[in-house]
Each structure stands twice: as structure tokens, then as C-alpha cells.
């Protein structure tokens, strides 16, 4: 199921309040506090998108996928079958490329 997303919900700054930012979640229909922020930076001035608990998973994988190749996510944090399968790779590819004997 596609999640719709109301732009008109985007994050606002409190008029009381200018450090405080209201972030509800950003589904359509959806009152919950958005509690997981998705491209949200305060030091870059961005203000993300928000959602709740309930919606969180389906924004990511909507919002993500392009954005995030494999090849973006750092060795570390790839699971230990799939970081062995890329090592060997870039070994095997070197060797055909002659750098190592
Ligand atoms: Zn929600």
C-alpha cells in the first residue's frame, strides 16, 4: 500500500517557542506524534519529514530506496555473509586486474 503524504503537515516551529519544532507524523489521516524523522537535520536547516511508529517503515522504504543504493551503506553495517561475498569480489577483481599476485 502506497502511503499517501500530506505536505501541508510539514515540520513548524512553535510562535512560543522558536527552538521547539512541531513534527506531527506526515501520513495522510494520521494525529500521531511523529516521532522518526526522515532527512531531518538541524544543523543543515532541514526540516525533514516526520512520522509515527505506525507509519515510520512504509515512509522508509518510499523515501529511501532511491536515495539509498548498497553501495551507500558503509561495510560496517552490512551483515557479516554480505560484507565476506564484497571482500572477496574486490579480491577477485583485483587479481584480474593484476594488482595482486
Ligand atoms: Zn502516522
Redesign the pocket.
Known amino acids: 500500500m502506497t502511503l499517501l503524504i500530506d505536505q501541508s503537515k510539514k515540520p513548524t516551529r512553535y510562535r512560543s517557542n522558536e527552538a521547539c519544532v512541531k513534527h506531527f ?3 495522510r489521516g ?1 494525529s ?1 506524534w ?1 516521532a522518526f524523522g526522515i532527512g531531518a537535520s538541524f544543523k543543515a536547516g532541514k526540516p525533514g519529514q516526520w ?5 515510520i517503515a512504509q515512509a522508509h522504504k518510499q523515501l529511501c530506496t532511491e536515495t539509498r543504493k548498497p553501495s551507500d551503506i558503509p561495510d560496517y553495517l552490512l551483515p557479516q555473509p554480505v560484507r565476506a561475498r564484497k571482500a572477496r569480489r574486490e579480491r577477485n577483481f583485483k587479481k584480474q586486474q593484476g594488482v595482486l599476485l
Request: proline fraction near 0%.
Open positions: 507524523c506526515m501520513a494520521c500521531n511523529g512520522f509515527c511508529s505506525e507509519h
